[in-house]
Nanobody, 122 residues
Framework: VQLQASGGGLVQAGGSLRLSCTAS????????MGWFRQAPGKEREFIAT????????YYADSVKGRFTISRDNAENTVYLQMNSLKPEDTAVYYC????????????????WGQGTLVTVSS
């Protein structure tokens, strides 16, 4: 399984960005995709998950109402639409894949993308 994340960049506070994560070599067993982020000097933080099969989503409270995760099954791509960005959203954003949500959240053999940097200026 390979995950390729893209879409990061520099944006002003209040702005928007859309991240993409394209999966290759993934099987139907890897039903859950997710986004995490890691800010400088901080631990990696869960952002959102989505199921390939059902489309069910789950968000961290810190991004609820501002970020939206979606998927395009035909393109094997998951998106993270980020609106109303804040300086505290500055981080490297990673996508990940696993069999189910609990495994993903607990990093039990997650597949990881390479990360894409998002910088929000004040």
């Amino acid at each position: 399984v390979q995950l390729q994340a893209s879409g990061g960049g520099l944006v002003q506070a209040g702005g928007s960005l859309r991240l993409s994560c394209t999966a290759s070599g993934i099987t139907s067993r890897h039903d859950v995709m997710g986004w995490f982020r890691q800010a400088p000097g901080k631990e990696r933080e869960f952002i959102a998950t989505i199921s390939w099969s059902s489309g069910s989503t789950y968000y961290a409270d810190s991004v609820k109402g501002r970020f939206t995760i979606s998927r395009d099954n035909a393109e094997n791509t998951v998106y993270l639409q980020m609106n109303s960005l804040k300086p505290e959203d500055t981080a490297v954003y990673y996508c990940a894949a696993n069999l189910q949500v609990s495994y993903l959240l607990n990093n039990l053999n997650n597949y990881w993308g390479q990360g894409t940097l998002v910088t929000v200026s004040s």
